[in-house]
């Protein structure tokens, strides 16, 4: 028999998503598998829609609602199979979308978390934001993907259809052998949502396991769904969050050297909203940096015993790819 396989939903208020793509992940083509909607303390009819509808999809509740870090991490302690997937509410599947990731998996035990393919289910020949075919980090902590960078947006080619192993998996479609998401006790709540993955993929790395792309399975993800990009608290949780894992994961020396210089470039950032009349963006990166500091110490408890190098690490692209983008005018992964 396969591996068992746990689906997991993570829902806000979803029932459009629920009502459009549920259907089609129950159609997943998997002989050992199970769906769970866990439910971070919606206040619209979604749960009533799924105990009419879907009768065989397990619902398990929060009482509020967590964010995506917390919210998991309180539905996965109630959840038993050999893998979780971590699926986003607004990602429609394909039937064979579970089985090639899997396999993959299953080949090497040093593998601890994989994406699929994710291209954008409005327009299904191009990637997507939120992964498209693996993410990587560039030298200052900076994430990008192969297939997007920035706002840049590849068409799907088959230009990135190998096995590659990648720094991070994308959170719309996270697949985890879930010993190892117990090893490394799941994501880190107090990100609340934004780059709790690649922090969950960095602590993973770290430990010496493969973070891999699987380009044989594709998912299609709306984006923005929860969160829309034109939010200056997604802007805040983006600037605090990333600095955030650069503390825990790095080592000291490289820390202090990667953030400071981290922090200044996020001050051009801040420049650009300023001067593009966003004074709301321009707040948000300012107490995304004051919030970082005020709680380096509470940080700094996170931080384990096993940093490694940054650049030892697969999928770190040695440069900055800030340069490389506004600078050298570089547009697609293939070309940095």
């Given at each position: 028999m396969n591996p068992s396989v746990a689906v997991v939903i993570l829902n806000w208020n979803g029932k459009s998503f629920l009502e459009q793509f549920l259907p089609g992940v129950l159609?997943?083509?998997?002989?050992?598998?199970?769906?769970?909607?866990?439910?971070?303390?919606s206040t619209d009819d979604s749960l009533a829609f799924i105990e009419t509808n879907f009768p065989t999809v397990t619902i398990?509740?929060?009482?509020?609602?967590?964010?995506?870090?917390?919210?998991?991490?309180?539905?996965l302690e109630r959840v038993n199979a050999d893998y979780f997937v971590l699926l986003n509410s607004d990602v429609e599947v394909t039937p064979n979308w579970i089985s090639p990731v899997i396999e993959l998996m299953e080949s090497d035990d040093k593998i601890a978390a994989a994406?699929?393919?994710?291209k954008w289910q409005l327009d299904k020949d191009q990637f997507e934001y939120a992964g498209a075919a693996g993410g990587f980090l560039d030298?200052?902590?900076?994430p990008f993907c192969r297939g997007r960078l920035f706002n840049v947006y590849e068409q799907d080619r088959g230009q990135y259809n190998e096995v590659k192993e990648i720094f991070w998996a994308s959170g719309a479609a996270f697949f985890i052998k879930s010993r190892y998401w117990k090893e490394t006790g799941?994501?880190?709540?107090?990100?609340?949502a934004h780059m709790e993955e690649i922090d969950l993929c960095w602590r993973l790395k770290n430990l010496n396991y493969k973070v891999v792309f699987c380009p044989t399975a594709e998912v299609f993800h709306v984006g923005g769904g929860t969160l829309q990009t034109e939010n200056p608290f997604k802007t805040y949780l983006n600037f605090r969050n990333n600095l955030i894992i650069m503390q825990k994961n790095l080592?000291?020396?490289?820390?202090?050297?990667r953030i400071a210089i981290r922090m200044c470039i996020d001050f051009i950032a801040w420049w650009h909203f300023l001067l593009s009349g966003k004074p709301k963006f321009t707040l948000a990166v300012t107490k995304g940096h004051w919030h970082f500091v005020k709680d380096i110490a509470r940080t700094a408890t996170k931080r384990k015993l096993f940093q490694k190098p940054y650049n030892e690490h697969t999928g770190v692209y040695k440069k900055s790819v800030v340069w490389a983008f506004f600078i050298r005018k570089i547009k697609f992964f293939s070309d940095l």
């Amino acid at each position: 028999m396969n591996p068992s396989v746990a689906v997991v939903i993570l829902n806000w208020n979803g029932k459009s998503f629920l009502e459009q793509f549920l259907p089609g992940v129950l159609k997943s083509e998997y002989d050992n598998l199970q769906i769970v909607v866990g439910d971070n303390g919606s206040t619209d009819d979604s749960l009533a829609f799924i105990e009419t509808n879907f009768p065989t999809v397990t619902i398990l509740k929060n009482e509020k609602n967590l964010g995506f870090a917390g919210g998991y991490n309180k539905i996965l302690e109630r959840v038993n199979a050999d893998y979780f997937v971590l699926l986003n509410s607004d990602v429609e599947v394909t039937p064979n979308w579970i089985s090639p990731v899997i396999e993959l998996m299953e080949s090497d035990d040093k593998i601890a978390a994989a994406q699929p393919k994710i291209k954008w289910q409005l327009d299904k020949d191009q990637f997507e934001y939120a992964g498209a075919a693996g993410g990587f980090l560039d030298i200052y902590a900076f994430p990008f993907c192969r297939g997007r960078l920035f706002n840049v947006y590849e068409q799907d080619r088959g230009q990135y259809n190998e096995v590659k192993e990648i720094f991070w998996a994308s959170g719309a479609a996270f697949f985890i052998k879930s010993r190892y998401w117990k090893e490394t006790g799941g994501l880190d709540a107090d990100l609340f949502a934004h780059m709790e993955e690649i922090d969950l993929c960095w602590r993973l790395k770290n430990l010496n396991y493969k973070v891999v792309f699987c380009p044989t399975a594709e998912v299609f993800h709306v984006g923005g769904g929860t969160l829309q990009t034109e939010n200056p608290f997604k802007t805040y949780l983006n600037f605090r969050n990333n600095l955030i894992i650069m503390q825990k994961n790095l080592p000291v020396g490289d820390a202090v050297f990667r953030i400071a210089i981290r922090m200044c470039i996020d001050f051009i950032a801040w420049w650009h909203f300023l001067l593009s009349g966003k004074p709301k963006f321009t707040l948000a990166v300012t107490k995304g940096h004051w919030h970082f500091v005020k709680d380096i110490a509470r940080t700094a408890t996170k931080r384990k015993l096993f940093q490694k190098p940054y650049n030892e690490h697969t999928g770190v692209y040695k440069k900055s790819v800030v340069w490389a983008f506004f600078i050298r005018k570089i547009k697609f992964f293939s070309d940095l």
